[in-house]
Structures are given as structure tokens and as C-alpha cells.
């Protein structure tokens, strides 16, 4: 095989420049020997992702003087099957996924999470709609509905108890899984699907489109980190926890959170694994599908 030669500063710079990228960018799964693995949740666009995660995975790799890795997931599942494999370090999970992956290890050990725009570690999921639609959630029946991915906390699960409170069965209508929250949105802003089920802090950055929430769940526990114990030492992930419980976002860390993803940037508070039993009480037993149903 041909291969070019370059002059050899050109060579230089290429290779520091790429020692530079490499440590937060790469989406191997298997990370550079002493490095932390992380993956994020697809919710968003890989881009999105990376923007949001990268100033903080600096300051931690700062923090620890230990390299982060970003490990990229096609799904939910994908990352609690590599989690559980050992593939991954670190893990920021929702509610449900969590739920998931502990009731096959118990080596999932939750680190913290991260404070909403309130300043609780809270959240809530909604069913939303176009701004001009008339669809009554009640008897809900032969709708299209636009749902983000199996194991997302906001997705089958939210959709189906908002639904239920209201006297209708998701069951009785169709759904497909469209993977991202960003993606349901702007299905339900363009009239393919009748309604979505979303974060509610991601479906009211699209009111501006028209969207809006016709039910929000109650509070629930707020997207965090977890950390594999299989796989990283006790003082790794004490260090890690304290890194991001000692942050004051109202103080002298304001323009560094600044600089974070929406999601992560208000701080964070130490999380157990007692704090998802509500979750668990409203996943009861039901089985959520892993194929969409439609018409």
C-alpha cells in the first residue's frame, strides 16, 4: 500500500495534535491502558454529546490526572451490555436505565446526580403535542406516538403511566422508537405522530416550534454518573465523587459550570442506590417492548 510522506515538522504536529484530541474523543471501546472509559447516553446527536460532556470531562481528567475516554453507544442497551462486560468505567445513566443495569450487576455503584436548572436533583418526563392540536389524552386510542428508546425513563414507561392515570393503555395505540428526545420532538412539531414522550426540560427548548406538554410526571430521580467497581479502584471513585459534589455553581466554580452541558452544569449531589426504589415501584412489572408497533 502507497502511504505519502510528509516533511517531518508536518509529521510532528500531526501526531501532537492527535495526542491532544485523543484522550475525550475517541469512540473505541477499549480505552488506552490507565485511562477511565465514558459513556454517555445517546440522547442527543453524538456532536451535542461531546459539547456538552467534554468541559467536563477535562476538568476531571485535570482533577485526577487520569485520561477519559469517551465510549459512544448505539442504545441504552448497548451501554449496559458493555457496562455489565466491563467496557465501561463510567456511565451517565437516567433513572430507568440504572434500574436496568443494577438488576443484572450490583458492581453499578451510583456516584451522584447532577442538579436541574431548579437546583434539585430532580426531573420530570412529559407527553407532548403540537401547540394546535386537539388530542385528548383520555380514551386515547389509533394514535401515533413518538417515543425516544425502550430503556429510556421518559419513553415507554412514562408515556404508558401518564397514560394510565388518564384511563387510556399505550397498548391501544401505536408507537415507534425514534431513539433521541431530540428526534421525538421535532416528529411531533412537524405532525408525523400525534404525540411524544420526552424529558420535559428537552421538550420545552422546542416551544418556540410550537410544542407543548399535555402531562408531566411527578418528580424523579435526576440523570447521574455510576461507576463500575469491577473495574475502577475505591479511590478513583471516591476522587470522582468528590470532584463534583464540591463544585458551587452559585460560587466560585459559576464560570466554570458555565462552560458545561445544560444537563450537568447546576451541580451535583452524592447519589445511593435507595434513591431509585420509586422508580422501581413504577416500573412494577411490565414489560416494555424492544420493537416499536406500528400501523
Known sequence: ????????????????TWQLILPVATTAAAAPDGAIRFAPLPMESRETVVKQFRPMLLHLQNTLGTNIDFVFADDYGDIIDRFVADKIDLAYLGPL????????????????????????PMYTCAI?????????????????????????????????????????????????????????????????????????????KYAHLGLKVLAETAPIPSFGLVANRATLPASTIQALQKALTGLHPAGADHELLAQ????????????????????????????????????
Open 1 to 16: 500500500m502507497f502511504l505519502p510522506r510528509f516533511p517531518a515538522p508536518l509529521l510532528i504536529l500531526a501526531l501532537l
Open 97 to 120: 436505565p440504572y434500574v436496568e443495569l443494577r438488576s443484572r450487576t450490583d458492581k453499578a455503584e451510583p456516584l451522584v446526580h447532577f442538579n436541574e436548572p431548579s437546583g434539585k
Open 260 to 295: 458545561w452541558g445544560e444537563n450537568i452544569r447546576y451541580g451535583a449531589v452524592v447519589a445511593g442506590d435507595s434513591d431509585y426504589d420509586v422508580v422501581r415501584r413504577f416500573r412494577g412489572d411490565i414489560i416494555i417492548p424492544n420493537a416499536s408497533k406500528e400501523e
Open 128 to 204: 407532548v403535542a403540537f401547540a394546535d392540536s386537539t388530542v385528548k389524552l383520555s380514551q386515547l386510542t389509533g394514535r401515533k406516538i413518538a417515543l425516544t428508546q425502550p430503556l429510556s425513563t421518559c419513553g415507554y414507561l412514562a408515556v404508558n403511566g401518564l397514560l394510565q392515570e388518564r384511563g387510556s393503555w399505550i397498548e391501544d395505540n401505536y408507537y415507534t422508537y425514534l431513539e433521541k428526545h431530540d428526534a421525538v420532538a421535532l416528529a411531533v412539531v412537524r405532525g408525523a405522530y400525534d404525540i411524544g414522550g420526552l424529558k420535559t426540560a428537552i421538550g420545552k
